[in-house]
Each structure stands twice: as structure tokens, then as C-alpha cells.
Nanobody
Framework: QVRLTESGGGLVQAGGSLRLSCVAS????????MGWVRQAPGKEREFVAA???????????NYGNSVKGRFTISQDAANNMVYLRMNSLKPEDTAVYYC?????????????????WGQGTQVTVSS
């Protein structure tokens, strides 16, 4: 059974930075795409970022409009890890951030297409 485990969330002031980490564990883990989805209280799940790699090299990455230029997704393929570096954080970035993965996906910006989810990590940005 494959499991995704996030870490790195916390409380930060506006303008600050955080780095989230996600490790995939389990037998025969293989994902076409991994990424991050967030959900703020009372709001729908929102695509944040996704990454696809071939071998140990990034093939492409994709970002939600609200985080472009501020967030960076990266991977450590050898260790089945994905990271999300978040800079210039805003109060509206406050949410639970979920690590997600999909073995096959057609639209990486649609949270419903990710079949594997972590338990989530809380990010709170104070003004």
C-alpha cells in the first residue's frame, strides 16, 4: 500500500517562506505526476502545483495562477520525495496542503483526478 506523508507546515507571517515536504512510501510506488492541492476553510480544493519527471530529471511543472512566481515545486526522485517551496506568503495562502499523486492523469489542474492523497499539513499565514 502506497502512502504519502507531508511535513513542513506551520505558522508564518505574511511575506515569509515555508517548505513543504512529501515522501511516498510503500511497495512498487510509481506515479505519473505528483503535486500539491490545498483547501481553505469553507472553500473548494484548489490546485497548487504539479511535477512530472523522467528518470531523475524534471520533465515539466505546472502551477496554479494564484501561486505562480511565488511557489516552486521540485522532486528528489531517488527518494520518492516532492517539495513545495513557498515564498512571499500571503494570508490567503492559509489552508491545509495535501500531497497528491496519480498514476495516470489527463488534467493535472483538477484535484479530483488525483487518486492518492496524503493526510495534509496546515499552513497558516498571519497578516
Amino acid at each position: 500500500q502506497v502512502r504519502l506523508t507531508e511535513s513542513g507546515g506551520g505558522l508564518v507571517q505574511a511575506g515569509g517562506s515555508l517548505r513543504l515536504s512529501c515522501v511516498a512510501s510503500g511497495r512498487s510506488f510509481s506515479a505519473d505526476v505528483m503535486g500539491w492541492v490545498r483547501q481553505a476553510p469553507g472553500k473548494e480544493r484548489e490546485f497548487v502545483a504539479a511535477i512530472k519527471w523522467i528518470g531523475d530529471q524534471e520533465y515539466w511543472s505546472n502551477y496554479g495562477n494564484s501561486v505562480k512566481g511565488r511557489f516552486t515545486i521540485s522532486q528528489d526522485a531517488a527518494n520518492n520525495m516532492v517539495y513545495l517551496r513557498m515564498n512571499s506568503l500571503k494570508p490567503e495562502d492559509t489552508a491545509v496542503y495535501y500531497c497528491v499523486a496519480a498514476a495516470s492523469i489527463t488534467d493535472v489542474t483538477q484535484p479530483s483526478q488525483y487518486s492518492l492523497w496524503g493526510q495534509g499539513t496546515q499552513v497558516t499565514v498571519s497578516s
